[in-house]
């Protein structure tokens, strides 16, 4: 009787350690299934996750479908990397960065192709425009004593340029060679417009601006009239048309400089 008490003893003691073991797994496999489908129960709800780095090269934003709407990548942009927006089709649509002078943000076409770029210069800031190939039309940049607005060709040379500094503005034209055949600006000798043509050369044929005041026009009384100035092929003045206070007179000159006509 005494062997049979202590046998049914070990027999409940060898049960209650299998229903806490059988508990335990129960709790284990518990903790199992709730960890496989977090990632499901948390993706359906809005919560905010902080990180202390995070580093990806590259990053894509989904439709519920699950389509790629857009995605973020790096791309080079002036010579380093950028921050690059790219559509569903996966052509980069705009890019940030930052470069020596500091930051840029540029703007692509549905090619890929960058067609507007702003960006950061020592002086300020500057803006490039580019055709639908990516190849540079034009820029606009600030500069210590203005600004500056060039037009380019398609083969990327400058045909015209508009500029300020502290005495005003100015538009210069260029020929196919890059030379400057007109210009038209401020006349810091008298303040007022003045209008300069050249020839292939650069020799400058035909002056139009105002008479400066100086002891000879103020004798004249022609300070502040038009004038207009006639050059050789060599850009030596020969003749000029202009106004004093007994009405308009014509000069002619040689090659030195020297009067042989005036009238009246």
Known sequence: MQGLRERLTVLERELGRLQRQNLQLRWLLLGVLLLSWLPYLLATQERTVTFHTVR????????????????????????GDALGFFDKNDKCVASFGSFLNGGSLGIYNKDGKLVVDFSSNPDGGSLRIGNKDGELVATLFSKPDGVSLSILNKNKEL????FSNADGGYLGIYNKDKKLVVLLGADLLTGGGGLRIYNKDEKEVITLGVIPDMEPSRKLGAVGSGIIFIGDRDGNRVAAIGADR???????????GGVTFHAP
Do not use: D, H, K, W
Request: proline share 8%.
């Open 56 to 79: 990806a090269q590259r990053i894509e934003i989904v439709s519920p479908e699950g389509i790629t709407v857009m995605a973020l990548s790096t791309v080079p942009l002036r010579g």
């Open 159 to 162: 045909v015209a340029t508009l």
């Open 246 to 256: 007994l009405g308009g007179a014509i000069t002619l000159f040689n090659p030195l």
